[in-house]
């Protein structure tokens, strides 16, 4: 074309732009009026001119077709890459739902569709909180506040029905979309069905409970054997103790019956106890003392009793040997620290100290044990004894022998394996 002053322009078309057909002729009749409106003289070419003109148009008709040729490629690969989008997410594992900011459903894939049972036409525009269980609306709305508060993207758990009926597990993380001004303006979550997942915790939580349980009656049930056979085992001591006249004969067969009491004791608590694995060291030892000073102080009353324990949950593995022990200490006073009817007290004290460890003290102002006995060398079953279940609680023990005698023994808390 030729401008008004006789200057020959050429008017080029941008292929990337988009033009209607009504745009084109528009575009047309008023390049024609302009041609029209300009002297006769300018319209006239010359035919070099013409030549080169015809050549130009030609130029620009293949220009065009080669421009056209590739934006026909270059859409036909940018479809290609939008239904492969698109294909992988409809048919993703995860379940993806976009909501805008009052939480209408805006778009959500196939997957979605199917973990909801609901057409996806149908998902649109509703409120994805309507699908969530009314059990965990309170965890969907503490999760969608924190995702409004925090503006970063939200985890959390809940159930969702699924049309017609039915619950299921979801795995939700909610990642907020915001403009230039950080207001969000939709939010994008993704559903992964952790239902299975669920199930099979609620079955091995079952299985647990159920072995559990098994396992406490079968607990129960061997403690309740052993309690018998112990009580039986006294029994037959006791009768085969009368057979005989000897005072120390009956001495020594009433020693072995109290520490099998002692023993017997635990395994009473144990069986009463809701749980074998563990034991009330202070109730235990309380009725262990009393019932020792009972059966050997049943002739006087000179001896008094005083039990100062502390409350202390212990495994079995600590109460038997703490309470064979406390049995030899209490029995070697009563028997040996008030002879000839001296008036006594002996007292017990429990306490626990850092580290669960205890501090165990038993005490009586008698006449005490002799300067030259070594307890760690004694001749004594007794005190051989003693030196063997602080041996086995892995404490320690102290002597004091000043105005009576106090036994000192530390000891920690071993765990059951």
Same mark, same amino acid.
């Given at each position: 074309m030729f401008s008004e002053?006789?200057?020959?322009?050429?008017?080029?078309? /941008? @292929?990337?732009?988009?033009?209607?057909?009504?745009?084109?002729?528009?575009?047309?009749?008023?390049?024609?009026?302009?041609?029209?409106?300009?002297?006769?003289?300018?319209?006239?070419?010359?035919?070099?001119?013409?030549?080169?003109?015809?050549?130009?148009?030609?130029?620009? $008709?293949?220009? &065009?077709?080669?421009? /056209?040729?590739? =934006?026909?490629?270059?859409?036909?690969?940018?479809?290609?890459?939008?239904?492969?989008?698109?294909?992988?997410?409809?048919?993703? @594992?995860?379940?993806?739902?976009?909501?805008?900011?009052?939480?209408?459903?805006?778009?959500?894939?196939?997957?979605?569709?199917?973990?909801?049972?609901?057409?996806?036409?149908?998902?649109?525009?509703?409120?994805?909180?309507?699908?969530?269980?009314?059990?965990?609306?309170?965890?969907?709305?503490?999760?969608?506040?924190?995702? &409004?508060?925090?503006?970063?993207?939200?985890?959390?758990?809940?159930?969702?029905?699924?049309?017609?009926?039915?619950? #299921?597990?979801?795995?939700?993380?909610?990642?907020?979309?915001?403009?230039?001004?950080?207001?969000?303006? $939709?939010?994008?979550?993704?559903?992964?069905?952790?239902?299975?997942?669920?199930?099979?915790?609620?079955?091995?939580?079952?299985?647990?409970?159920?072995?559990?349980?098994?396992?406490?009656?079968?607990?129960?049930?061997?403690? $309740?054997?052993?309690?018998? /056979?112990?009580?039986?085992?006294?029994?037959?001591?006791?009768?085969?103790?009368?057979?005989?006249?000897?005072?120390?004969?009956?001495?020594?067969?009433?020693?072995?019956?109290?520490?099998?009491?002692?023993?017997?004791?635990?395994?009473?608590?144990?069986?009463?106890?809701?749980?074998?694995?563990?034991?009330?060291?202070?109730?235990? &030892?309380?009725?262990?003392?009393?019932?020792?000073?009972?059966?050997?102080?049943?002739?006087?009353? /000179?001896?008094?009793?005083?039990?100062?324990?502390?409350?202390? %949950?212990?495994?079995?593995?600590?109460a038997i040997p703490c309470? &064979?022990?406390?049995?030899?200490?209490?029995?070697?006073? =009563?028997?040996?620290?008030?002879?000839?009817?001296?008036?006594?007290?002996?007292?017990?004290?429990?306490? @626990?100290?850092?580290d669960d460890t205890f501090?165990?003290?038993?005490?009586?102002?008698?006449?005490?044990?002799?300067?030259?006995?070594?307890?760690?060398?004694?001749?004594?079953?007794?005190?051989?004894?003693?030196?063997?279940?602080?041996?086995?609680?892995?404490?320690? %023990?102290?002597?004091?022998?000043?105005?009576?005698?106090?036994?000192?023994?530390? #000891?920690?808390?071993?765990?059951?394996?």
């Amino acid at each position: 074309m030729f401008s008004e002053r006789g200057t020959r322009t050429c008017l080029l078309w /941008n @292929p990337h732009q988009s033009f209607s057909t009504n745009t084109m002729k528009n575009l047309r009749r008023q390049a024609e009026e302009r041609l029209r409106e300009q002297p006769e003289e300018n319209r006239r070419l010359s035919p070099v001119e013409a030549d080169r003109l015809i050549h130009e148009l030609h130029v620009h $008709h293949i220009e &065009l077709e080669l421009q /056209n040729e590739e =934006l026909r490629a270059a859409q036909l690969q940018l479809q290609e890459s939008h239904d492969r989008y698109m294909e992988l997410y409809d048919f993703a @594992p995860v379940g993806y739902v976009t909501v805008d900011d009052h939480g209408r459903i805006t778009h959500a894939n196939l997957t979605c569709s199917q973990l909801l049972g609901v057409e996806r036409a149908q998902l649109l525009n509703g409120h994805f909180g309507q699908f969530i269980v009314s059990e965990d609306q309170d965890t969907y709305h503490l999760h969608y506040r924190q995702l &409004l508060t925090t503006h970063t993207a939200q985890f959390c758990e809940l159930r969702l029905s699924r049309k017609p009926e039915g619950t #299921f597990y979801v795995h939700l993380k909610s990642t907020p979309v915001q403009d230039t001004e950080r207001h969000i303006t $939709h939010i994008r979550m993704a559903l992964t069905d952790i239902t299975s997942g669920k199930q099979a915790e609620v079955l091995r939580v079952a299985a647990h409970e159920k072995a559990a349980h098994e396992k406490d009656v079968l607990m129960h049930e061997i403690l $309740h054997r052993t309690k018998n /056979n112990m009580s039986a085992i006294i029994s037959l001591l006791s009768l085969q103790s009368a057979r005989f006249e000897d005072d120390a004969i009956q001495r020594l067969f009433q020693d072995i019956e109290q520490r099998i009491h002692a023993m017997l004791l635990v395994q009473q608590h144990l069986y009463q106890s809701t749980d074998v694995t563990s034991l009330d060291l202070k109730a235990y &030892l309380t009725e262990l003392a009393v019932t020792i000073f009972h059966n050997l102080c049943v002739e006087t009353e /000179n001896t008094s009793l005083i039990c100062d324990l502390d409350s202390a %949950v212990v495994s079995p593995d600590t109460a038997i040997p703490c309470g &064979l022990l406390l049995n030899e200490l209490l029995t070697n006073a =009563l028997k040996y620290a008030f002879p000839d009817d001296l008036t006594g007290i002996i007292s017990i004290r429990l306490h @626990p100290l850092a580290d669960d460890t205890f501090e165990l003290r038993v005490c009586d102002n008698g006449v005490g044990i002799p300067d030259d006995v070594d307890i760690r060398n004694a001749d004594s079953l007794g005190l051989q004894l003693v030196m063997s279940f602080v041996q086995q609680l892995h404490g320690t %023990v102290e002597l004091t022998r000043d105005q009576g005698t106090e036994w000192l023994i530390r #000891f920690p808390e071993r765990k059951t394996r």
